[in-house]
Structures are given as C-alpha cells and as structure tokens.
C-alpha cells in the first residue's frame, strides 16, 4: 500500500532549507504589480507555503490552494484549503481577491482551462494575475526530471495562453531568480553572458562547486507572466 504521507510535497521539497529569497521576491513582486499591504491575494498551488508567508510578512491579507495533504500541516495562522486546483471549483466567491498567484504550477497541468477559469473568476475586477513558470527554451534538457511536468511554456505560449482565456493586457518576460538581476544593468549583461556560455547542467554543477548562486539563477531563467480581469 503506498504511503499516504509521501505526496508531491513531501518528496520534491522535503528538507529544503529556508531562506529569505521568499520575502525578497514577494516584495519585488508587489512593487512591479503595485500591491500594497491590506491588499488581499490568493496563492494557487501554494506549496510549502513559502511565498504565503513572504506575502503576509509584506501585508498582504494571504489565502492559499493545494492539493497536497502536507501542505494543510502548519503551525501558523495562514488559511491554506484542500483543493484539486486543476478541475475543482475554489471554496471561494466571486470577486474577493486583488491578486492570485502561482509559482511553478501551470506547467503540472495538462489543460488549465478550469484552473484559470477559477483564477479570473475570484480575482476583482481590475485584479491581477501573477504567474511564474519554467522557461522551457532554456530548460528543456531538465524539465522532464520532475515527473509531474507536463506542460512546457515559453513567454509566447504563455501570454497566448491567458488571451484565450479572457484575460486582459496579458504580459510575459524572462525573469531570473536572483535580486541583483532586477535591477542592475552590469548584473545582468554578466548573467547574459552566462545564459550564452553555459547551459543548465553546467550553471547548476558551477554553482556546486563555487558557491555562486548568481550563476544558477542567471541561466535557469522562469517565465514572468501577468494579466488583468
């Protein structure tokens, strides 16, 4: 019999140790978007709840989604809701959030007509969506080492994507996963040039070796992706 504690969560993510990367990126984030504390925000696919707790810290009121059992286990006071966010109605009404966000969850899902359909659907008018996935032109030699990626993206699929599902001025850029890369021009002409020289496997086993998370973060790059109700 399989055992029911070893979800996705359990197996992917156990052990990984944190850092402060969440609030840096939930801040950044908020800034680009215009954000503000007591705003309200749904995260979709939460996870471990790291970016809830960055977005609560922030002021944000935060709510979260998932699937996973092991995601419910917290000792803090964020609502985080059992849900199969891909084909499920969200324990929601309509209209209540100013922001829903997703991190690494689109690409888990074969056909996300249901899953952004409930994402419009409890988003305010106005509101925004803030979705963040594997840039599969740059990580198309590793994306298939998580078995449950299904759905690989480039920013171009992506902005398509949310047109098709009634959002409006969709947006999708290459982002990377590291602050010095959000706003200074040297940083990011170096972490050009590391995307030209190195592929993932070499970024990842450099950054082993050094020390340098800038190297991975340069060249493992995500999609960036927002649209409005």
Known sequence: ???????????????????????LLARELMKRFNLNP?????????????????FKTAGLEVKGLDLAPSALDR?????ISQCDVTCETYPYG???????????VIEHVVDPTNMLAEMRRVLKPGGVLILLT?????????FYEDPTHVHPYVPKSVQALLMMNDFSAPEAELFC??????????????????????????ARWL?????????????????????QK
């Open 1 to 23: 019999m399989a055992n029911k504690n070893r979800d996705y969560l359990s197996v992917v993510y156990d052990k990984r140790p944190k850092t402060e990367y969440p609030n």
């Open 38 to 54: 007591d705003m309200s925000l749904l995260d979709v696919g939460c996870g471990q709840g790291e970016m809830l707790e960055a």
């Open 75 to 79: 000792e803090d006071s964020i609502e």
């Open 94 to 104: 309509d209209g209540l959030f100013d922001a829903v966000f997703a991190k690494s």
């Open 134 to 142: 594997p840039d599969f032109s740059k990580l198309h030699t590793v």
């Open 177 to 202: 996963h590291h602050q010095l890369l959000w706003k200074d021009d040297v940083y990011k002409l170096a972490a050009r040039t590391l995307q030209l020289c190195l592929s993932v496997e070499s």
């Open 207 to 227: 950054t082993e070796k050094t020390g340098l998370k800038f190297i991975r973060w340069s060249v493992e790059r995500q999609v960036l992706a927002s649209a």
